[in-house]
């Protein structure tokens, strides 16, 4: 006895018709919960390398021409990683149900803040001079 094609679906329950799409879904949480956490330990890593380059530029390259330059950046990356993160945990606590003007520009300003860090960060590390004397910068 041949059942056609289309009572063929008949024979699965519902679960079973589904499930391949409650496992897609699964998964993407799984991936957004790995990359929300890789994400994470990459800001914590950025702003631990920003405050030790703001630690060794303090302490060795006193007497470089970009000292000043090094410092404000630094410090203005600093500040901005803060404020970025700060922005982040209050886009991340609302409902996503709900549309709200002033955090879709909250978004907006997070983007360009991280634009910014990741710009700043660049010039730090084309500006930063090391002397070679390996102690108070004094050549």
């Given at each position: 006895?041949?059942?056609?094609?289309?009572?063929?679906?008949?024979?699965?329950?519902?679960?079973?018709?589904?499930?391949?799409?409650?496992?897609?879904?699964?998964?993407?949480?799984?991936?957004?919960?790995?990359?929300?956490?890789?994400?994470?330990?990459?800001?914590?890593s950025l702003?631990?390398?920003?405050?030790?380059?703001?630690?060794?530029?303090?302490?060795?390259?006193?007497?470089?021409?970009?000292?000043?330059?090094?410092?404000?950046?630094?410090?203005?990356?600093?500040v901005l990683?803060?404020?970025?993160?700060?922005?982040?945990?209050?886009?991340?606590?609302?409902?996503?149900?709900?549309?709200?003007?002033?955090?879709?520009?909250?978004?907006?300003?997070?983007?360009?803040?991280?634009?910014?860090?990741?710009?700043?960060?660049?010039?730090?590390?084309?500006?930063?001079?090391?002397?070679?004397?390996?102690?108070?910068?004094?050549?």
């Open positions: 006895m041949g059942t056609d094609a289309a009572t063929d679906w008949r024979r699965y329950s519902a679960s079973e018709i589904d499930g391949g799409r409650r496992n897609r879904g699964q998964q993407t949480h799984a991936y957004d919960l790995h990359k929300g956490i890789a994400e994470s330990a990459m800001d914590i702003l631990t390398a920003n405050a030790n380059q703001l630690r060794l530029l303090i302490t060795y390259n006193g007497r470089s021409k970009t000292y000043i330059a090094c410092i404000t950046l630094v410090i203005v990356s600093l990683q803060v404020l970025v993160a700060c922005g982040v945990i209050i886009i991340k606590s609302q409902p996503k149900s709900r549309l709200n003007v002033h955090i879709d520009r909250l978004k907006i300003a997070t983007s360009i803040g991280v634009s910014i860090i990741t710009v700043i960060n660049i010039l730090v590390a084309s500006l930063v001079v090391t002397d070679g004397s390996g102690g108070t910068g004094v050549a």
